[in-house]
T-cell receptor
Framework: AQSVAQPEDQVNVAEGNPLTVKCTYS??????LFWYVQYPNRGLQFLLK??????LVKGSYGFEAEFNKSQTSFHLKKPSALVSDSALYFC??????????????FGTGTRLLVSP | EAQVTQNPRYLITVTGKKLTVTCSQN?????MSWYRQDPGLGLRQIYY???????DKGDVPEGYKVSRKEKRNFPLILESPSPNQTSLYFC????????????FGNGTRLTVT
């Protein structure tokens, strides 16, 4: 089955330190990958996507993600974490559903906790 | 302001009492979808719609119905809710194609007792 996996339920990092939230994918063909963030009591917000081209993708709020084909990974990164980055992060992959229409399949989410 | 609006935000109901969660978007998006979010399971797609009068099942459609009579509205209907439908529900919309990102509503937390 085509899917993404987020191996960490929670990531803890101190403010000012770099952060990484991990995601691996399993798809046939070229992957189309996304990161979304969910703040408390809010819906998911789009951060960035990888379609093709450069392996390092830059997104909103200073986040970036590195696509690694050999490791089938798409880790989310930020050079210097902020307390306000504390949220739930979802990796997603575009797949073709049974009816031939594309849809997003989400990972189980990783909670990022940035301490002051 | 471009947005997806869900109502209500919170709903507590009893088993078997029909309910509808409304969803409306003002971005003229063709594609709309309903997800449920459960701890440890992430988001799972319930139903989606590619345009008016075009709907199809997602991964967990049992116990739910949808309709798409107008482009902006995509209500989720639970004809006979059961406790296993207690969850956090999200409506989302996007343009079709070009890997357009999904825009999400703020969610509806449903409790079925």
């Amino acid at each position: 089955a085509q899917s993404v996996a987020q191996p960490e339920d929670q990531v803890n990092v101190a403010e000012g330190n770099p952060l990484t939230v991990k995601c691996t994918y399993s798809v046939s063909g070229n992957p189309y990958l996304f990161w979304y963030v969910q703040y408390p009591n809010r819906g998911l917000q789009f951060l960035l996507k990888y379609i093709t081209g450069d392996n390092l993708v830059k997104g909103s709020y200073g986040f970036e993600a590195e696509f690694n084909k050999s490791q089938t990974s798409f880790h989310l990164k930020k050079p210097s974490a902020l307390v306000s980055d504390s949220a739930l992060y979802f990796c997603a992959v575009r797949v073709i559903g049974n009816t031939g229409f594309q849809k997003l399949v989400f990972g189980t989410g990783t909670r990022l906790l940035v301490s002051p | 302001e471009a947005q997806v609006t869900q109502n209500p935000r919170y709903l507590i109901t009893v088993t078997g009492k029909k309910l509808t969660v409304t969803c409306s978007q003002n971005m003229n998006h063709e594609y709309m979808s309903w997800y449920r979010q459960d701890p440890g399971l992430g988001l799972r797609q319930i139903y989606y719609s590619m345009n008016v009068e075009v709907t199809d099942k997602g991964d967990v459609p049992e116990g739910y119905k949808v309709s798409r009579k107008e482009k902006r509205n995509f209500p989720l209907i639970l004809e006979s809710p059961s406790p296993n439908q207690t969850s956090l529900y999200f409506c989302a919309s996007s343009l079709v194609g070009n890997n357009s990102p999904l825009h999400f509503g703020n969610g509806t937390r449903l409790t079925v007792t």
